[in-house]
């Protein structure tokens, strides 16, 4: 039987110190004394700051895991806020009784996407719980990251104008179905896989030329349709939609078809709106489409003047109709 | 994606259209009757597809909308029962009970948990012996048969913690009352879920008794354009009679097998729709071989019910009364915290009216 997380891995004892030296300070690369805070430097006075806890169910799914997605999640939201990510913190609230092989795997997923995106995490905190006090694994990550000045409009909106267009890096939902997918137990046709990934080295070649970009969010929860209602809350514009410009997984538009949901309004965790200036549209989508993470890339619509900020989806079918804000919870039709 | 995009095309979408704006020569309104259309009707935008004297009114179609208040009463109270595991479908956590929504009940403790089919309530129950699962069965003549199916498992397994608090209900006779009631339409867009197990015999009688033209339809774009351009072209011959346009799935028998399976299981009953009231022969009662499967078996304090001040949701459901014609639209009443039933589920008029027109 493999060993076991029990309450004294989070006492602060010998086993703490084994368990933080043996699985995360190694796994980490954090070599130096033990301090109580991480001392670093930073090549800027500017820098965005963020955090964010996971608590997904499951732990394990196809394209990623909690950890993955600890460290990308954040990442993510320090990118698209225009910084370059440098730093991340790792907090663990574990369940007396999780197996340490599990920890390990999640830890060893955060070592590697910590390098692959080229940030390093440098603190972090282990406190173990008793048996039904929390559910397995639950993981908080903080991340710093500077920003240069010609940056500093990204994250407000406040460059939007009339004409902007607006760019995704590929199909909304992918995280979404995977993990309603892995919970109940669905298969598909063709694997479906989370789109979890760090699009740090994406959104540096999309800001290459910082002017041309007004704005960028990465597609989380309440999905595309959220991010564009923000967005048009925020700056008053209106914004049109084509919805057969959006590209969408077959796998993710069957399930959407039998469970009653709308693609648009599904998480993801390694998707990006863009809002650029429609004379430098093209050339950021030449960008991306050379990028990983961005050879599913397109135009989807424009900002528009006076919509007094609301979304309009131009469907498929020649109708169109408002994109509202999703609300509540996902609730699978029932007839 | 196949068998959908082929409903979905643009140019015959334009083409009927057309035909339509050719052919409706006078005003029109048609009520659709099942939750799923109103949702495709706003979600693919239909409405703007259509002259302005065809108007499309939704009826009493949303089977959570039509749940009455003292069901949702019932299972919060069953719920916070000791050893009780109230098993549920995902539209009825937010409908509001008198006191509070199910999704009130978990937070104050109460076992509540989401299934996707009575199944899966089935399976609780096997799962967890020392528990009594109650499933809330709602829904029309579509979730009905796997209700029966499933109860005649537990009764062949001989399962005694599985209980069902049945609110199933059948939809002619609905269809037949908003007729009595003096509900002024032209027409029936059938609904086409409910047909594939009834068949479209069971709408005979509306151009029969009621002379009014009737068309069972599916969900698509072109579905829906065309039933409307069928219902039209009855009433211009008057000609009323129940047309199938949903022929790849519908019939005039319909399901035999499935109509055997609740026919074993249920008889009708009297119910009380939410906003309808009681209607006569509306609803399903478990027969008396089945009866010990009734969760009405547990006596629960129902409290006094009362309706939310100036909630018009019995008017809306009965195509009276358009969403926005209610004071509480949009202002006490939205998605996120809801009055009224027809606001809860995303088929429900009201959220469908939300999320898809304009509103301040």
Not at chain 1, 136 to 162: D, Q
Not at chain 2, 232 to 246: C, D, L
Request: aromatic share 6%; with cysteine; net charge negative.
């Amino acid at each position: 039987m493999s060993e076991k997380i029990t309450l004294s891995h989070g006492s602060g004892g010998r086993q703490a110190q084994a368990l933080i030296r043996d699985h995360f300070a190694a796994r980490f690369g954090m070599t130096g004394p033990m301090t109580d805070s991480a001392l670093l430097a930073v090549p800027s006075s500017r820098i965005a700051f963020t955090t964010d806890s996971y608590v997904i169910d499951p732990l394990f799914f196809p394209g990623g895991n909690i950890g993955k997605l600890a460290v990308c999640g954040t990442v993510n939201d320090l990118a698209v806020s225009g910084a370059v990510p440098m730093y991340l913190s790792a907090a663990f609230i574990i369940e007396e009784g999780f197996e340490i092989d599990q920890l390990a795997l999640i830890v060893s997923s955060m070592a590697d996407e910590a390098e692959a995106a080229g940030v390093r995490i440098v603190t972090g905190d282990t406190k173990v719980v008793e048996r039904g006090k929390c559910d397995r694994i639950f993981i908080n990550t903080a991340g710093v990251g500077v920003l240069s000045e010609e940056l500093m409009h990204i994250s407000s909106g406040s460059s939007v104008r009339e004409g902007d267009r607006l760019i995704i890096n590929g199909p909304p939902g992918d995280h979404a179905v995977t993990i309603l997918a892995s919970r109940r137990n669905l298969s598909f046709d063709t694997p479906m896989r989370s789109d979890c990934a760090s699009l740090n080295h994406l959104i540096r070649k999309v800001v290459e030329r910082p002017s041309a970009v007004h704005f960028m969010r990465d597609l989380t929860r309440g999905g595309l349709a959220a991010v564009l209602n923000e967005l048009a809350g925020m700056t008053r514009c209106g914004i049109t939609v084509d919805e057969s410009s959006v590209p969408v997984e077959e796998a993710v538009r069957g399930l959407c078809e039998i469970l009653g949901f709308d693609p648009l309004t599904l998480a993801s965790e390694g998707r990006v709106l863009i809002v650029a200036a429609a004379d430098e549209a093209d050339a950021i989508v030449e960008r991306m489409h050379t990028d990983h993470q961005g050879r599913g890339t397109a135009i989807i619509g424009v900002i528009t003047a006076g919509g007094d900020g609301r979304v309009i989806l131009k469907s498929t079918t020649g109708g169109s109709r408002f994109l509202e804000m999703p609300s509540g919870q996902l609730l699978p039709r029932i007839c | 994606m196949k068998y959908v995009d082929e409903f979905r095309n643009r140019r015959h979408i334009a083409v009927l259209a057309e035909l339509i704006a050719k052919e409706a020569t006078r005003d029109y309104t048609f009520m659709e009757v099942c939750g799923g259309h109103t949702a495709a009707i706003h979600r693919f935008g239909i409405p703007s597809l259509l002259p302005p004297h065809v108007r499309l009114i939704s009826g009493p179609g949303c089977p959570v909308c039509v749940t009455s208040a003292r069901h949702i009463d019932a299972l919060t109270a069953l719920a916070s029962g000791e050893d009780m595991t109230v098993a549920l479908f995902g539209d009825l956590m937010r409908v509001p009970g008198t006191l509070m929504t199910p999704a009130e009940a978990r937070a104050e403790g109460a076992d509540v948990r989401l299934v996707l089919s009575a199944h899966e309530a089935l399976e609780l129950a096997r799962l967890n012996p020392e528990r009594k699962v109650v499933f809330s069965a709602i829904g029309f003549e579509t979730t009905a048969p796997g209700t029966a199916v499933t109860v005649m498992q537990a009764y062949s397994e001989g399962i005694d913690n599985f209980f069902v608090l049945n609110a199933h209900k059948v939809m002619p006779p609905a269809m037949e009352v908003i007729l009595r009631e003096g509900t002024q339409i032209d027409g029936f867009i059938c609904p086409g879920h409910v047909a594939v197990i009834t068949g479209s015999a069971a709408f005979e009688f509306i151009p029969r008794k009621y002379g009014l033209a009737c068309v069972v339809t599916g969900f698509e774009p072109t579905d829906i354009l065309s039933a409307v351009m069928m219902l039209i072209r009855q009433v211009n011959r008057s000609r009323p009679s129940v047309e199938i346009q949903y022929r790849r799935a519908v019939s005039v028998a319909g399901n035999i097998k499935a109509q055997g399976y609740m026919n074993e299981v249920f008889e009708p009953a009297d119910v009380e729709w939410r906003g309808l009231g009681v209607i006569p022969l509306s609803g399903l009662r478990l027969r008396d071989t089945y009866r010990h499967f009734d969760a009405a078996v547990f006596p629960v304090y129902l409290p006094e019910s009362a309706r939310p001040n100036g909630c018009i949701c019995g008017d809306i459901l009965r195509g009276v009364s358009r969403p926005p014609d209610c004071e509480l639209f949009a202002s006490l009443c939205t998605p996120d915290h809801p009055e009224g039933a027809c606001m809860v589920s995303d088929e429900g008029s009201c959220n469908t009216w939300y999320k898809y027109h304009s509103h301040e």
